[in-house]
């Protein structure tokens, strides 16, 4: 279990990583962050970047700030960061359900960036950037740009960031202090089967491992009609009717756990 | 596509200048080209934590770094723990005393993990070291011993803490 | 040196000791610092991939992507040309000898089939191995691999039990059409089917159990070299067994047994999946012979997940007849283990069904019984023993018949279990064993008691639902030559032989064919020598895994190391003893009756005191001195082995379960073992082995399983989906010790290894359905699926 061989650059600035990805365009390039999930597939060889561009040492890309926009998180900035943060009522939903996030070890490496780029279905920060109506702000030759997190994922594994983006940032504009995240799975620390988050203010709701990308439900109804409105099939060890039922269940819990806030 | 990066990495405090293929793991620069074996390998995706390191202070899967990420930062292994003399740090001791380990083969990588936490966590109750212990694996102990060691040595550390404390106002 | 005193909990410790036994040492029964500790937490111990070697190249293999096909061409020409490689071999290349473990059993009992070392023509699991490629550094080693071109022509797999048995397809071997290696009938009490016709009640459970990895968190691995001065191949490898790899290995490669070393060095747990001799390790030794350079081979986790020994896929179809006070009265049982693709060595494809079928009948009083245990090949990864060996299954079995003959009959299941449970010892059962005297009654009284006492059996939560399990069962350990001659494996494991040497300092080194792997065999042999003979633990030195320096020796499996080598250690320190009260005798002119070894290191001979650094100076420095029939040194070798049925710890698990209706979710709220392996040598390293074993066993009941799809292709390659419980689901366990010693060990201690493993799947299940009692819905599949648990919640009244 060694990756296939690559070459490494190390960038400078987000332009630099843009410049590199664009320069190096035609060998799969691949932008390296935590490399949490990256590395375990590159290890596996199921992921066989030509050139890793690390832009773990550029300069500003980490830390969370607030402005007249909302909250803005680095895209290098941990899981375990948002965790220990304090982002007082309106935003503690992020740093609550980061204790869903893998382990320790994981959380203090993994970044909020890399989570997003990577889009699996049922991480914690697709979730909240969708429950929450995130941006997603992203660098490329032309310039910065904002994508909505609404519209950023578009299948498994698969984003709106064009191949030579880069990015730098999300903004969580809208305060959500009676929102929560829920999951379920049989053991500590892995991918949910299902996850729920609830936001109580807009009513809407967000699913994760019920499809290739998170599945919002905007101005949702109970449980039940959430549940049962949901394509699913059977999958081996969890038939499509258990997998409703779990959604029935965190949803319910979720919306119990943010009426408590 | 086989060229070799040269990078100095610090490790336990000492400097090192290596040309690696910059496809090489930290834990395999760790362990073979710098021939610090108590870093363990176990399942090189990042699940079973047999190869926890500190980076900068904090617990990361040596196996998900390359070596040449983590050229500015400081790496502990288990090697830095013990004194100079082989006298076990209190951690060591704890692990021993409780039983907290059996074959060996994943206690570097429990001992790094508990060392990450403890020194940012002093004050963790046994409920959260559980929570901690349960990001690794071990197949000998069942943890139930682990997380005995880690809390044993948590409240020593307190204890110590506050003695000093203690002594301190004494004195003044 | 500080010692921790073992903890017993005053209350409930019921301590027997007979007259005769030594307890009476400082060394044994004292949970003393373990000799292995310091180097193993300092990150100075030495696992097989730490050693490193000259010139050394690194090993990988191509290994089958077909489930089964016909092996039409191997190139390697491509690899060659991978930069970095240096060599790649395919089974025409290395030409190897097979490797066949055969059991002596007629033809319609047992069916021989061959591994080779590298697939030819066929290949029978996806993830065998093909060739090897040897490269400078592992990296160029999986590239080199990539580089291999193989043709298959693919053939229908037989991926399960059903399969298998209806041989519609091209079977995985052609010597066994039907694809059946293992098939014996055994016991059938004659009248048992009037039993049954007659009884008031017969119960019967269909149960599965999920197949498994022993998943030692050190994988499988060698370092080989040919050593021209030692005129020797010498094999550093991870293995329980280090002899029986050095027989196989010189067979495999035409070489002398003398030619081959078998070097052990630390190493990660075993469980098992170490103890059969492995395709790799001598594929690398041999590649290592013919490049005459140094070879390692460290298996990756997704080869020790894919195709590396799993375990436990057993399809159980069994009844009982009780009477209407729940007594039972005849057990009947059809056995079938899935044991992949081929027989393991030394144990042969009939480790699973042939241990079921000698044992079923558990700690209950069975007098009519009768089992079928088969063994089918399938095209899956091949498999070995795993701790515990087909009892966490058959427990489980009987078990649930027990509870299942309770709910019938009105009765409570553990009346029902106090009923049946033997208690007369020793007992000859029906299945043709003697259980030596064990603690089942009383540990069962006691897990029951704690639970009481503790408040769980009246234990509530809101919105989750609680259930309580046991499970009672005992677990043959020290399985000598006489056991395993009852199971007719052609190659008979069972003694054990240990040599002492005492140097001039009055220390000692001895020798012991078993192999500690995580045991802490370093530490308690230390401890029942230095009992022996009166030194401290610290001055006896263990020396184990060293095939030029033990005398053929068995390794560790089966529980029966301190057992067995522990025997034989204790054995030849008592020999080593009288040598030096011999001597003793003879320089202060006594009579040898009046010496005796006085616990302090030396030996009292009438009025005088001889250290034994003044006997050891004779018997090295000064010969002349020594009586004209005795030869210079010290040193002394003695065997231990168990002729009749072994001895029997024995447990009872108690385990207390809350089920989440909105997900089935299971969690365990507590968990309480009491055991009884006779004297424990070190309390602390015997909880250790039962906290250790309960985990494993709660793995298999809850979450671990190696899943295949239709076409054979394995579905859990990495530990996102072969799900190990972490510290998040494994509880804290409890544990009573009671003692019924071991009559014919020394120290009168039985085996630790496995009581935990054997006993959780059982508790776990139980617990499970007894708090699904109100839903009518009972569970005998393992792990216990979420969604039926979900399940049967949701449906319930």
């Keep these: 279990m060694k990756p296939a061989a690559f070459a490494y650059h190390r960038a400078s600035s987000v332009r630099d990583a843009v410049d590199l990805l664009g320069e190096l365009a035609d060998d799969d390039p691949k932008i390296l962050a935590g490399g949490q999930s990256l590395v375990a597939m590159m290890n596996y060889r199921m992921s066989r970047p030509g050139h890793l561009v690390d832009i773990t040492h550029v300069p500003g890309l980490a830390g969370i700030r607030r402005d007249g926009a909302g909250l803005r ?3 290098l900035t941990t899981h375990r960061a948002v965790e220990k943060a304090d982002l007082g009522p309106d935003f503690r939903v992020l740093s609550d359900a980061m204790r869903w996030v893998g382990h320790l070890p994981i959380r203090t490496r993994g970044t909020v960036g890399g989570s997003i780029a990577h889009a699996d279905a049922t991480a914690e920060w697709c979730l909240l950037a969708v429950l929450l109506d995130a941006a997603v702000v992203c660098e490329g030759p032309a310039g910065r740009r904002e994508i909505p997190a609404r519209g950023f994922f578009l299948g498994p594994f698969t984003t709106a960031l064009d191949a030579d983006e880069v990015i ?94 | 596509m086989t060229d070799v990066q040269l990078i100095e990495l610090t490790v336990n405090g000492e400097r090192h200048d290596l040309a690696i293929p910059p496809r090489r793991t930290l834990a395999d620069v760790l362990r073979h080209d710098l021939g610090l074996t108590g870093t363990h390998v176990g399942c090189e995706h990042g699940i079973c934590g047999a190869c926890t390191v500190l ?110 404390l203690d002594s301190g106002v004494d004195t003044s | 040196m500080s010692t921790f005193r073992g903890q017993c909990n005053e209350k409930y410790s019921q301590v027997a000791q007979p007259p005769g036994l030594r307890r009476d040492g400082t060394w044994v029964g004292a949970s003393v610092p373990r000799r292995e500790d310091p180097r193993l937490l300092t990150g100075r111990g030495r696992f097989v991939d730490d050693i490193t070697l000259p010139r050394m190249l690194h090993a990988a293999f191509v290994r089958s992507t077909e489930a089964h096909a016909h092996l039409s061409g191997v190139d390697l020409s491509e690899v060659r040309e991978v930069s970095g490689v240096v060599a790649a071999f395919d089974a025409a290349d290395l030409a190897l000898g097979d490797i066949t473990a055969l059991l002596e059993r007629p033809a319609e009992q047992f069916t021989p089939t061959s591994m080779p070392v590298l697939a030819r023509e066929k290949v029978r699991y996806a993830g065998e191995p093909v060739a090897i490629v040897l490269a400078t550094d592992p990296y160029a080693a999986e590239d080199g691999v990539e580089a291999a071109v193989v043709e298959y022509e693919p053939l229908d797999p037989v ?86 790899v050095r027989t196989v290995l010189a067979r495999c490669a035409g070489l002398d047994e003398r030619q081959v070393r078998v070097l052990v060095p630390d190493m990660g747990g075993g469980f098992g999946q170490k103890c059969v ?68 060595y030394p144990f042969t494809a009939g480790i699973e069904p042939l241990m079921a079928s000698a044992e079923m009948p558990s700690v209950y009083r069975v007098p009519s019984y009768r089992v079928r245990g088969r063994a089918v090949t399938t095209n899956k990864a091949p498999t ?28 409570d299941p553990l009346d029902v279990r106090r009923r049946n449970l033997i208690t007369e010892f020793p007992y000859r059962g029906i299945n043709e064993v003697t259980y030596d005297p064990g603690s089942y009654r009383e540990s069962l009284d006691l897990c029951e008691q704690v639970l009481r006492d503790e408040g769980w059996l009246a234990h509530t939560e809101p919105g989750r639902i609680v259930g309580v399990g046991y499970a009672c069962f005992s677990e043959r350990t020290g399985y000598g030559s006489g056991a395993f001659a009852q199971r007719k494996m052609q190659v008979v494991p069972g003694f054990d032989l240990s040599q002492i040497t005492m140097d001039l300092d009055g220390t000692v080194t001895v020798t012991t064919g078993t192999l500690s792997h995580g045991q802490s065999h370093e530490t308690t042999f230390a401890q029942i ?126 385990c207390v379960v809350a089920l989440d209706p909105g997900t089935g979710g299971v969690e365990i709220l507590r968990y309480v073992c009491v055991e009884d392996c006779g004297v424990a040598i070190h309390p602390r390293v015997v909880e250790g082995q039962a906290r250790g074993g309960i985990a494993q066993g709660i793995a298999g009941a809850l979450f671990e399983e190696v899943v295949y799809d239709e076409l054979g292709q394995p579905m859990a390659p990495s530990l996102m989906e072969y799900k190990v419980p972490t510290a998040a689901e494994i509880p804290d366990v409890r544990i009573e010790h009671l003692e019924t010693p071991c009559a014919f060990t020394a120290n009168g201690a039985k085996g630790a290894g496995e009581g935990g493993t054997i006993g959780a799947p059982a508790a776990v299940l139980n617990a499970v359905n007894h708090a699904l009692r109100h839903t009518g819905v009972e569970l005998d599949r393992t792990p216990i699926a979420r969604a039926a648990v979900h399940e049967a919640l949701k449906e319930a009244p």
């Design chain 1, 168 to 261: 730098v940032e999300i903004v969580f504009g809208r305060p959500a202090p009676r929102a929560a995240v829920t999951e379920y799975a049989d053991r500590r620390g892995d991918f949910a089967i299902v996850a729920a988050g609830v936001d109580l203010d807009t009513g809407d709701v967000v699913l994760g491992g019920v499809g290739t990308t998170p599945v919002l439900v905007e101005d949702a109804g109970t449980q039940d009609e959430i549940a049962d409105a949901l394509e699913l099939r059977d999958e081996p060890g969890v038939p499509a009717s258990y997998r409703r039922d779990l959604v029935r269940t965190l949803v319910g819990r979720a919306r119990e756990a943010a009426s408590r806030l």
């Design chain 3, 529 to 654: 020598v230095a009992d022996r003979l009166g030194i401290g633990y610290d001055k006896v030195k263990i020396v184990q895994g060293d095939t030029d320096r033990i005398t053929y020796g068995w390794g560790s499996f089966a529980s029966r190391s301190v057992t067995i080598g522990g025997s034989a250690a204790s054995a030849a320190a008592a020999k080593l003893g009288d040598q030096l009260r011999s001597l003793a005798a003879h320089l202060a002119e006594v009579d040898l009756d009046s010496t005796e070894l006085d616990g302090r290191g030396g030996v009292r001979a009438g009025d005088r005191t001889l250290p034994f650094t003044e006997l050891a100076d004779v018997a090295y420095l000064r010969a002349h001195l020594l009586p004209k029939d005795v030869g210079p040194g010290l040193t002394a070798t003695a065997s231990f082995d168990v002729g009749g049925d072994g001895t029997f710890s024995n447990a009872t698990h108690g």
């Design chain 3, 159 to 244: 991926v399960s039990e059903e399969a298998a048995l209806a041989a519609a397809g091209p079977p995985v071997h052609d010597e066994a059409p039907g694809n059946v290696l293992v098939d014996v009938s055994l016991f059938a009490t004659e009248g048992i089917d009037e039993v049954f016709t007659d009884a008031h009640t017969v119960v019967r459970v269909e149960a599965h159990t999920g197949r498994q990895n022993a998943l030692p968190l050190e994988t499988r691995g060698a370092v080989a070299e040919w050593d021209d001065r030692a005129e020797q191949l010498v094999v550093h490898t991870c293995t329980q067994v280090p002899h029986q």
């Design chain 3, 277 to 344: 001799v492995g395709r790799e390790a001598i594929a690398a030794a041999a590649a290592a012979r013919r490049l005459r350079r140094p070879v390692k081979w460290i298996e990756d986790r997704r080869e020790a997940l894919t195709a590396s020994f799993l375990a436990r896929e057993q399809h159980y179809t069994a009844r009982a007849a009780f009477s209407g006070d729940g007594e039972i009265l005849a057990l009947d049982a059809d056995v079938v283990c899935d044991m992949g693709a081929y027989s393991c």
């Design chain 1, 73 to 75: 998180i680095g895209a």
């Design chain 2, 55 to 164: 980076v900068d202070g904090a617990p990361a899967r040596a196996c998900l770094l390359f070596a040449a990420q983590v050229e500015n930062s400081a790496i502990r292994t288990v090697e830095s723990l013990a004194g100079p003399d082989g006298e076990l740090s209190d951690l060591q001791a704890c692990f021993a005393e409780h039983h907290g380990l059996q074959c060996g083969f994943c206690t570097p990588g429990f001992l790094m993990l508990a060392e990450g936490f403890l020194a940012e966590e002093p004050d963790a109750t046994r409920e959260e070291i559980r929570e901690v212990v349960a990001s690794n694996l071990c197949r000998c102990t069942g943890y139930q011993t682990i997380t005995d060691a880690v809390d044993d040595c948590a409240s020593r550390r307190r204890a110590a803490l506050q003695s000093a």
């Design chain 3, 384 to 411: 070995a023993p795993y701790r515990g060996v087909s009892r966490p299954q058959y427990v489980m079995v009987m078990e649930r018949l027990m509870e299942r003959a309770a709910r019938e009959l009105g009765l």
